[in-house]
């Protein structure tokens, strides 16, 4: 058991404080609308990623590797990023509660959604993890689970509560330069996807 309390522990604080497009969101969001917002987009996970998981074993039954699949989902996940970026691009001065048209919680459930790397993992390590665990006992699987998502959402949620403490050195002229960079950050991740969707798109069809 403890092997599997570690291995979740220690997959679920490296994809929550690793870079990625859902710590930058919950960043953005903080910085944008507050701690509240940050909030929701951390937790978005909870929501998602309990279908995505049912799917990749589902998957794991009719398919061993799809290029296709994850090329498609990359490249539309690069563009609702881009998007998503304007935000950070046009916005004024501090406004913390600010109406968007997009909520934060369906920001950060589209962009997972969107994600490939959730599938990846769960097609990958997560499944094979899971499959060991289940071969010698129930509960290993769900101790994994739970550890995994328990840091992974609790590392978002300590980067979103710490964000919006600093919140009251910001003036509006940093609050603009810092929405900038996200903006950059977050277009940077865009292009990486639709890149990352190329190569996969390539590999389909050039086996």
Known sequence: ML???SYGITLGLASGF???PLLTLVISETVNHGR?????VAIAPLITDLPIILLCFLVLYYIKDNNLV???LSLAGGIFLAYISRYNFSIGE???NEKVDITSMQKGIIANFLNPAPYIFWLTIGATTI???WSESFIFPVVFIVSFYICLIGSKVIIAIL?????RFIRSGVFRWINFFLGILIL???VKFVYDGYLYIWKAINP
């Open 36 to 40: 509240k917002e940050g909030l929701k």
């Open 163 to 167: 964000v919006s403490r600093s919140m």
């Open 94 to 96: 501090f406004r913390q």
């Open 3 to 5: 092997f599997y309390l």
């Open 70 to 72: 994850f090329g498609i």
């Open 131 to 133: 499959f060991k665990g």
């Open 188 to 190: 940077f991740i865009a």
């Open 18 to 20: 690793s870079p990625g």
